[in-house]
């Protein structure tokens, strides 16, 4: 399965989500978005991933996982490393 970039957010992350969102669209990559106000157990999830610690967003790509806002990872990603459309 191919790579996809996941961007965890909050209604509430209105910055730095969002600042995300636009970099992985203007460098062409592939993302999904999750809302973790509408999906608590992908946030259960991801609380224990990171032993409770973390900030938004929260990303993740094939096994990597990293937290806050990482542009250097984002531009990393090629957008032919992923087949799926770009969506919000």
Request: positive net charge; proline residues 7%.
């Amino acid at each position: 399965m191919d790579p996809i970039l996941t961007i965890y957010g909050r209604k509430d992350c209105r910055l730095r989500c969002p600042a995300v969102v636009r970099r992985a669209i203007r460098k062409g990559v592939p993302y999904k978005y999750v809302d973790l106000d509408e999906h608590p157990e992908d946030a259960e999830q991801l609380r224990k991933r990171l032993n409770g610690e973390a900030e938004l967003p929260i990303c993740t790509y094939g096994d990597d996982l990293w937290t806050g806002v990482r542009f250097d990872k984002i531009d990393a990603i090629s957008p032919a490393d992923s087949r799926l459309k770009t969506a919000s």
